[in-house]
């Protein structure tokens, strides 16, 4: 009689199996929307740190807020073309201030003999001696004269300074003395051995006659 029970149980089970497992599904669906309504909502925002930079002042001094902006520079003047020679030669061109570029004389020191001291004072060889050119100015002014310069030959024959003894006008005696420096000597002999020597020369500017 036992045994008919138990096998009548088995087959009740077997035949609920499907509804129980139904039935297992739903509770378990229903509890999760439970706890999804229940549970707090989540809301999700940016990390933003709690550090806070310092932020330093600087006083500045008197002198740098006393400071103005420099004026612009002047605008350059465009060219314009001239139509007579009279134009051309009043037409000036502003001078570039070229001061501190200029270049330090190196400083020359040397014991030369006077040139009536020596055996053979030094002659210049014809072929180097360079005219000096008539300044535009001089000869427009019809200006005329000689400068006088004193010059320090050495033992190769080669000007080593020029220095303007005597003038008579500041563009011709800068004319002279850049001919003057193209020169090329036969050294002075003094006791057949060859001595720098200082000698003085006249340089003439003279307007040529028609």
């Known amino acids: 009689m036992s045994q008919r029970l138990n096998s009548i149980n088995r087959v009740d089970l077997k035949d609920q199996a499907p509804f129980n497992m139904k039935v297992s599904w739903l509770a378990a669906l229903l509890i999760f929307i439970l706890a999804c309504l229940i549970m707090p909502e989540m809301k999700v925002s940016a990390y933003t740190p709690k550090v806070r930079k310092a932020i330093r002042t600087i006083e500045l001094p008197q002198q740098m807020k006393q400071l103005e902006e420099p004026p612009p520079p002047p605008k350059p003047k465009m060219p314009v073309a001239a139509e007579t020679e009279e134009e051309i030669e009043a037409a000036t061109i502003e001078e570039t201030d070229m001061t501190g570029f200029e ?6 020191e040397m014991e030369a003999y006077e040139f009536y001291a020596v055996d053979k004072p030094p002659e210049v060889i014809p072929s180097t001696q360079v005219s000096p050119k008539y300044p535009t100015i001089a000869r427009k002014a019809g200006i005329e004269g000689t400068v006088y310069l004193e010059l320090i030959v050495d033992t190769l024959g080669y000007v080593r300074s020029v220095k303007v003894l005597k003038g008579f006008n500041p563009d011709c005696e800068r004319e002279a003395v850049r001919a ?9 002999m003094q006791r057949d051995r060859p001595v720098p020597v200082r000698v003085s020369i006249p340089i003439h500017f003279k307007l040529k006659e028609d």
């Open 180 to 188: 003057a420096k193209q020169w090329r000597f036969s050294p002075g």
């Open 103 to 108: 270049k330090v004389p190196k400083k020359f």
